[in-house]
């Protein structure tokens, strides 16, 4: 591979926002020669992605596009993503790796309860099992009965899921009177949102499994950028055979050493549609060079420890507190204030939204406050995908701020 030119040199004379960027920052393909150089190219950003929405930066003709997936943006609009025949095999086998890593093989039966749809989760899992060789149950979200069925009946040996929905399968197992540890399943493969060694063992505990973490997102690929493995359990392999990556300081931008917590920033190698370079992915981690008791060389990263801004994750879905702004500022009779908050009734979080009502309505008979409440609640689900309880409140009962205001509560202990 020749970076300057199958990678910088494509996407600058392929995407007009590349070579835009790239010229104000002042860098042309050729000034990169060196590893070290990358770091004189511009960063891509979530926002730019949205400027561009939808296909602005793909870097192959529609003809050539095989495939679409999408996730949220930061206001109303997801971030879109493609895929060449080529792009969905290097996922497929990407995913594949992962599954192996996790100690898998063709004899395998994998639930996939990962959603399918426009989130990459499902299809992704889906493809890479399927490239595996692995016997693949394309279940989906949902139907949570059904999926304890499915898990007797076909005796699946590993599972695919975030894991809070691991734990609540496990939970739903128990009051439906399964032994959720005797059945057949033997690995756990969690990921999409932030966890815990603490979640790790107990989920471990309830389902009798050995429980591992991926990671991935839409915009890199999808599941699939990093992979932790059965023997060392301690960190994800990032596959760098794809993607550079490298953590730098929210704040400043510069990059940190490794060992130290940063911001994830990959650029990806061998992407034909949906190239990215230098992409700032707001998740912090620490990456390790120590070599793994595995074997494999590539670089680790630590489980994801937080996010560099405000993006929540729901019950396994994005959502940035601007989002539901705009929906609320959508409704008549709303003040924009307004009290996002998280929390988590067993294994599922719930979401509460407390919003302020001009004095005039909220003077109201309840019966119409209800239906204002019921439609806020109908309009979050439409757009964002989240079911949230609303509550709606006197003008000025909620607390103000002279700084930065702060809206989102979040008091899950994960
Ligand atoms: O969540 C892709 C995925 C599917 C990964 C299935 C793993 C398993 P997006 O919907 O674009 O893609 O969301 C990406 O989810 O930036 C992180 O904030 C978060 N995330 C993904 N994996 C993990 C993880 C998929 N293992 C965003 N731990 C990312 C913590 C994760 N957060």
């Not at 835009?20 to 150089?37: C, M, N, Q, W």
């Not at 032994?179 to 057949?184: G, I």
């Not at 407390?354 to 979050?380: A, C, G, Y």
């Amino acid at each position: 591979m020749i970076f300057n030119e199958e990678v910088a040199g494509r996407v600058y004379h392929t995407v007009g926002f590349y070579k835009r960027a790239f010229d104000e920052a002042g860098v042309t393909p050729d000034d990169i020669s060196t590893l070290d150089d990358i770091r004189r190219l511009p960063f891509t950003v979530k926002q730019d992605l949205r400027d561009n929405y939808p296909f602005g930066l793909f870097a192959a003709p529609m003809s050539n596009i095989v495939r679409l997936h999408a996730s949220s943006g930061t206001t109303g609009k997801p971030t879109v993503v493609g895929y060449t025949q080529r792009d969905i095999e290097t996922w497929s086998r990407l995913m594949a790796r992962s599954l192996v890593a996790a100690g898998l093989t063709k004899n395998d039966i994998i639930h996939n309860a990962y959603g399918y749809g426009l989130f990459t989760g499902g299809l992704g899992v889906h493809y890479g099992a399927e490239r595996l060789g692995a016997s693949v149950i394309p279940m989906s979200g949902g139907s949570t009965k059904k999926q304890i069925m499915i898990l007797q009946d076909f005796g699946p040996t590993a599972i695919c899921c975030t894991p809070s929905y691991a734990l609540y399968l496990a939970e739903r197992g128990g009051d439906m009177g399964v032994d959720m540890r005797s059945l057949n399943l033997r690995v756990g493969i969690f990921g999409a949102e932030p966890w815990s060694e603490k979640m790790r063992q107990e989920i471990e505990d309830r389902l009798g499994i050995t429980a591992l973490d991926i990671y991935g997102l839409s915009e890199i690929i999808g599941p699939g950028v990093a992979m932790e493995c059965a023997e060392g359990r301690d960190g994800l392999h990032v596959f760098e055979d794809h993607f550079i990556v490298e953590t730098i300081n929210p704040e400043t931008g510069e990059n940190v050493p490794y060992g130290e917590e940063g911001e994830l920033v990959f650029t990806s190698l061998t992407k034909e549609a949906f190239p990215l370079i230098r992409y700032r992915t707001r998740d912090l981690s620490r990456l390790m060079k120590e070599p793994c008791r595995c074997g494999r060389t590539h670089v680790r990263m630590e489980r994801i420890s937080g996010r560099s801004d405000d993006m929540l994750i729901i019950r396994g879905v994005n959502v940035f507190p601007s989002q539901i702004e705009s929906v609320l500022l959508g409704i008549e009779g709303l003040e924009p204030h307004y009290e996002l908050i998280v929390d988590r009734e067993g294994s599922l979080d719930t979401l509460e939204i407390r919003v302020e009502m001009s004095e005039d309505v909220f003077s109201d008979e309840i019966k119409s406050l209800q239906k204002i409440e019921q439609r806020i609640t109908k309009d979050i689900k439409d757009y964002l995908g989240v079911t949230a309880k609303v509550k709606l409140v006197g003008s000025q009962t909620l607390k103000r701020f002279e700084g930065k205001a702060q809206r989102v509560i979040d008091r899950r202990k994960i």
